[in-house]
């Protein structure tokens, strides 16, 4: 009945909903299916039916839920006095649209605040689809004085480079009104748009230039190289001409162009670059060994951008680099302190700088019978965990991650989130186990946070082809989380996400006959062909892990290109991995190998013993598996 009503409500069908809901009275997930019911006409729902709704489900996820949809209606409807009585209840506060109207709300009744605008627009600019309620919030505050004309047009120039044309559209409705009608062309053909004009005067005319320069840089970044160089630049501003040269030599260096640090090099002033392209300027100097550049990059990066362990981690290195003194060793090894650990790829990096290899961090003291009680007791985390059973597993997992991160301000404490994981641990709903222990910042246990189920199938399987077993565990973590029914938007489904093309092409090269698409999901099987493949590619990529890892994940022709170019560090090689996914994906997948490792034997461990170098293949080799799928 309830996976019924899911489907209804998913398909938006308001009578079977209202048809099925009396048969959800009283069982557990009630709350659920009265949400789905109220949501679906919810624009149509009375204040009192709302009210009912929220007293009834009161302490619930799915009251705040309602109270977060109904928010944003009142919002829209501009209806300020029953929106400000709402937010006071509001306990998730986590939605940016919802943050902005409320701030909104500030300004009007003169409690605004500096730091208020700036929250607006950082939310804005951080929406990459058009909202409501944050560029109301910035077209009030403009209209209002408490920001500038600059702060909008970023918001146009991001938007551009993300390909959200309506919410470039947006941006230039609220800060130059008279030439929207201008736009079209600026956007849809700029290269007829920069060839077709001689001159750009006024701020609009240089901004919807700048525009169209983003969206050639899209596509072709050496042309609108050219085009700035030889035409345009003379009429932009500096900051105007910093922005695109920041863009194009971030394209570029995401196309690992030896081009990039030199169209970096024509930026005047660091100050007119976001943290994007100082990112990707630091990636492009640490492959071509410009190690000044890298720190240069990063002290001008934002503090938050500053404070990331990548960047981090990268600043140490570079007061190492160059023959450095007892005060760059200093300065080094401060960087390298406010990091180190073992919980990811670059505070492991850190702890090795430091002269510590990985090891198992001591288990906390054991969970109370109280503790233990007290997770079971929760209603939010028991409704999560049933409707995860049921098959309701978004739901869950919503339901879920509020009991143990939104309920309470700060989200609950470092020994209920142990006992909470605990309690997903016992149900072998692993993705919620180690997620929910991940979010411990003073203690670490292992056996939550690096679970290893199927052990004897995984050791057994992983030994049989000649792979280490911390390895395969490594990328199972990361790929389903243990789920056994996982399957992602692509299609890859199972424990190892095994695409169907693949595992076809696999079962055939180890010989299992007879094999279906249907068995990836059996356990065994998904294990079996799952090993194989990643020794294949671990073969067919000079047994590097991290180049195997990444062929797993984006498929093997991709690292093969991209490890073309100069031989470097593999921990700056995966730095330079052109998509944000896979690069986060193989060191995740690095350092849950050292993790596991570490607990597999219980010895002390190198993430750097399992990186090396990486660079072209060597011609006198044989030739890659050119079918490997």
């Given at each position: 009945m309830l996976l019924e009503m899911q489907k209804a409500f998913r398909q938006k069908d308001k009578q079977k909903l209202a048809t099925l809901l009396?048969?959800?009275?009283?069982?557990?997930?009630?709350?659920?299916?009265?949400?789905?019911?109220?949501?679906?006409?919810?624009?149509?729902?009375?204040?009192?039916?709302?009210?009912?709704?929220?007293?009834?489900?009161?302490?619930?996820?799915?009251?705040?839920?309602?109270?977060?949809?109904?928010?944003?209606?009142?919002?829209?409807?501009?209806?300020?006095?029953?929106?400000?009585?709402?937010?006071?209840?509001?306990?998730?506060?986590?939605?940016?649209?919802v943050q902005c109207y409320a701030l909104n709300v500030d300004q009007m009744v003169g409690k605004g605040t500096e730091e208020g605008a700036d929250l607006v627009l950082r939310n804005w600019y951080a929406q990459r689809d058009l909202d409501d309620g944050c560029a109301y919030a910035v077209a009030e505050l403009y209209a209002n004085k408490k920001i500038k004309a600059a702060d909008i047009w970023r918001k146009a120039r991001l938007?551009?480079?993300?390909?959200?044309?309506?919410?470039?559209?947006?941006?230039?409705?609220?800060?130059?009104?008279?030439?929207?009608?201008?736009?079209?062309?600026?956007?849809?053909?700029?290269?007829?748009?920069?060839?077709?004009?001689?001159?750009?005067?006024?701020?609009?005319?240089?901004?919807?230039?700048?525009?169209?320069?983003?969206?050639?840089?899209?596509?072709?970044?050496?042309?609108?190289?050219?085009?700035l160089d030889s035409k345009w630049g003379v009429q932009l501003s500096a900051e105007e001409r910093n922005w695109i040269w920041g863009l194009i030599g971030k394209q570029s260096a995401i196309a690992l162009s030896p081009n990039a640090l030199t169209y970096f090099g024509n930026v005047t002033r660091d100050a007119d670059l976001n943290d994007d392209m100082l990112a990707w300027r630091t990636r492009a100097a640490l492959r071509g060994g410009q190690w000044k550049v890298v720190s240069r990059s990063i002290?001008?990066?934002?503090?938050?951008?500053?404070?990331?362990?990548?960047?981090?981690?990268?600043?140490?290195?570079?007061?190492?680099?160059?023959?450095?003194?007892?005060?760059?060793?200093?300065?080094?090894?401060?960087?390298?302190?406010?990091?180190?650990?073992?919980?990811?790829?670059?505070?492991?990096?850190?702890?090795?700088?430091?002269?510590?290899?990985?090891?198992a961090p001591p288990a906390p003291s054991p969970l109370t019978v109280e503790e233990i009680a007290g997770a079971r007791a929760n209603p939010g985390l028991n409704r999560g965990l049933y409707a995860i059973l049921l098959g309701l597993r978004s739901e869950g997992v919503r339901e879920w991650n509020y009991a143990t991160n939104l309920h309470s301000p700060g989200g609950l404490g470092e020994r209920e989130l142990l006992a909470a994981a605990d309690l997903a641990c016992?149900?072998?709903?692993?993705?919620?186990?180690?997620?929910?222990?991940?979010?411990?910042?003073?203690?670490?246990?292992?056996?939550?946070?690096?679970?290893?189920?199927?052990?004897s199938k995984v050791i057994e399987h992983s030994r049989e082809v000649g792979l280490d077993p911390a390895y395969v565990y490594g990328l199972i973590r990361q790929e389903s989380r243990f789920i056994m029914d996982a399957r992602s938007g692509v299609g890859a489904s199972g424990l190892m996400q095994v695409?169907?093309?693949?595992?076809?092409?696999?079962?055939?090269?180890?010989?299992?006959?007879?094999?279906?698409?249907?068995?990836?999901?059996?356990?065994?099987?998904?294990?079996?062909?799952?090993?194989?493949?990643?020794?294949?590619?671990?073969?067919?990529?000079?047994?590097?892990?991290?180049?195997?890892?990444?062929?797993?994940?984006?498929?093997?022709?991709?690292?093969?290109?991209?490890?073309?170019?100069?031989?470097?560090?593999?921990?700056?090689?995966?730095e330079n991995v052109p998509f944000l996914e896979t690069r986060t994906y193989v060191k995740n997948v690095l350092a849950n190998t050292v993790n596991y490792s570490a607990i597999l034997t219980g010895q002390p461990q190198s993430i750097k013993a399992r990186l090396g170098t990486i660079g072209p293949r060597n011609a006198a080799e044989p030739e890659p598996n050119k079918d490997l799928p």
């Open positions: 009396p048969s959800a009275r009283g069982h557990v997930l009630e709350p659920w299916a009265a949400y789905w019911e109220l949501k679906a006409r919810l624009e149509d729902a009375p204040q009192s039916e709302v009210d009912a709704f929220l007293q009834r489900y009161a302490g619930s996820y799915q009251e705040d839920r309602l109270r977060n949809d109904w928010l944003l209606l009142l919002g829209q409807r501009r209806d300020w006095e029953r929106f400000m009585d709402m937010h006071a209840k509001f306990r998730m506060r986590d939605d940016k649209e938007s551009a480079e993300a390909n959200r044309l309506r919410a470039v559209r947006k941006a230039v409705e609220i800060v130059a009104p008279d030439s929207v009608g201008n736009l079209r062309d600026a956007v849809d053909s700029p290269t007829k748009y920069l060839t077709g004009r001689a001159t750009a005067s006024g701020k609009a005319k240089q901004e919807f230039i700048v525009l169209a320069l983003i969206r050639m840089t899209m596509g072709d970044p050496e042309a609108a190289a050219r085009l002290e001008a990066m934002s503090p938050a951008g500053r404070a990331d362990p990548t960047w981090v981690y990268w600043r140490g290195r570079a007061y190492l680099s160059n023959r450095p003194g007892d005060e760059d060793r200093a300065n080094a090894k401060r960087q390298f302190e406010t990091i180190a650990g073992t919980s990811g790829f670059y505070e492991q990096l850190a702890q090795e700088e430091l002269g510590t290899k990985i090891s016992k149900q072998e709903i692993w993705d919620r186990c180690i997620n929910t222990s991940e979010r411990t910042k003073t203690v670490i246990d292992v056996t939550q946070r690096f679970p290893m189920p199927f052990r695409m169907p093309a693949t595992a076809r092409w696999t079962a055939r090269k180890i010989g299992m006959t007879n094999f279906t698409p249907d068995q990836i999901y059996d356990r065994d099987t998904n294990i079996t062909i799952g090993t194989a493949y990643l020794k294949l590619a671990l073969d067919d990529f000079d047994d590097s892990m991290a180049l195997a890892a990444a062929a797993y994940n984006a498929g093997p022709g991709r690292p093969r290109n991209w490890r073309n170019g100069p031989v470097i560090d593999a921990a700056i090689w995966a």
